[in-house]
């Protein structure tokens, strides 16, 4: 069975920083990339960052101000936000991607499996 737990999420000031962590167990343990979304009240999920072994690529919106980073011998994906801004208020998803894709796994169709989310709130 295939789990994806996130957390680190919470109320933050902005120009603050917070750390999402997801931790994978069972299927989702055993990926080729794992990714960050997040969904605001009314919006559709938008992709956040991935990373596939070393490779990482992010959303215009959070370049610079975000970075992904995973470490396979704990099976977990990080999230360093900084600089966070109102807009960056959202559910944050956690997904695993099973199989190899060329280029990076940006859309929320390249995931085969999804956390719960934890909500991120930036408060101005």
């Known amino acids: 069975q295939a789990q994806l737990v996130e957390s680190g999420g919470g109320l933050v000031q902005a120009g603050g920083s917070l750390r999402l962590t997801c931790a994978a167990s069972?299927?989702?343990?055993?990926?080729?990339?794992m990714g960050w979304f997040r969904q605001a009240p009314g919006k559709e999920r938008e992709f956040v960052a991935t990373i596939a072994w070393s490779d990482t690529a992010y959303a215009d919106s959070v370049k610079g101000r975000f970075t992904i980073s995973r470490d396979t011998a704990k099976n977990t994906v990080d999230l360093q936000m900084h600089s966070l801004k109102p807009s960056d208020t959202a559910v944050y998803y956690c997904?695993?991607?099973?199989?190899?894709?060329?280029?990076?796994?940006?859309?929320?169709?390249?995931?085969?499996?999804w956390g719960q989310g934890t909500q991120v709130t930036v408060s101005s």
């Open positions: 997904a695993a991607r099973y199989g190899p894709k060329t280029g990076p796994a940006d859309a929320p169709g390249d995931y085969n499996s």
């Open positions: 069972g299927r989702a343990a055993i990926n080729y990339a």
